[in-house]
């Protein structure tokens, strides 16, 4: 433990307000990141989120020192650990092309959350570590991803043609490149316009084959109106 935060650990005015600025300092920090991409909880809910988690601990903590309700600790910050989940729903999207978006910005709320609670408990450096921990994920190994993404021989594509027969004769173009289709999946009318073919394509490729360059062809193929990675 860091003895710097020693003096801050009982419950006292000064520490009451030096954990909730901690817990907005923390939220925000994740929040930044999140708005800088543009995504659905940003800057402000992370900080509420956060916030309100802290006060949570500190509440419980309140009750049992000095209110003398001799109640389990841990309960109310249990609540929120489950309870946060709801908010995290709200930020998972499935596209119209099955693409699933905002799980990382669920689970950074959830982290807030947890951060917020081991905040308000004064586990201050478990909550600094935690945010720079979150941090790296979302900003570091990011770039990771699209790395591992680029040298993988496996790609998941959604694909929308005019019509079947373009779907049909793409298929066969890509068995003749030596291109393996390992599923696909043909989707509900529903789900395109009318008129027109979508397909979900699961495709094996060469080591060497790029995938800039089979985007661009499937791209450039007669009667193909968008393909998209997924």
């Not at 995504?39 to 402000?44: K, L, M, N, Q, V």
Request: contains cysteine; glycine residues 10%; charged residues 20%.
């Amino acid at each position: 433990m860091l003895h710097v935060f020693d003096a801050f650990r009982d419950i006292s005015t000064l520490s009451v307000g030096i954990r909730l600025l901690m817990a907005v300092l923390c939220g925000g920090v994740i929040g930044l990141e999140r708005e800088y991409k543009r995504r659905p909880a940003g800057f402000r809910t992370h900080i509420l989120i956060c916030l309100g988690a802290s006060v949570t601990t500190l509440t419980s903590h309140y009750l049992l020192l000095y209110m003398e309700c001799y109640t389990d600790v841990g309960r109310l910050g249990a609540q929120v650990i489950a309870g946060i989940g709801f908010i995290g729903a709200g930020c998972i999207l499935v596209t119209r092309n099955r693409r699933v978006r905002g799980l990382t910005t669920a689970a950074g709320l959830w982290s807030a959350a947890i951060i917020g609670l081991a905040i308000g408990a004064g586990f201050y450096e478990g909550a600094i570590y935690a945010t720079l921990l979150v941090l790296l994920a979302e900003m570091v190994l990011t770039k990771l991803k699209y790395l591992l993404w680029r040298d993988t021989p496996e790609i998941n594509l959604y694909l929308e043609c005019t019509q079947n027969a373009c779907l049909d004769q793409l298929m066969q173009d890509l068995r003749m490149e030596g291109v393996k289709i390992l599923d696909l999946e043909i989707t509900r009318a529903t789900a395109c316009e009318q008129g027109t073919a979508c397909a979900l394509l699961t495709l094996q490729l060469h080591k060497q084959y790029d995938m800039d360059q089979l985007l661009r062809e499937i791209s450039d193929c007669q009667g193909v109106m968008s393909v998209e990675q997924f």
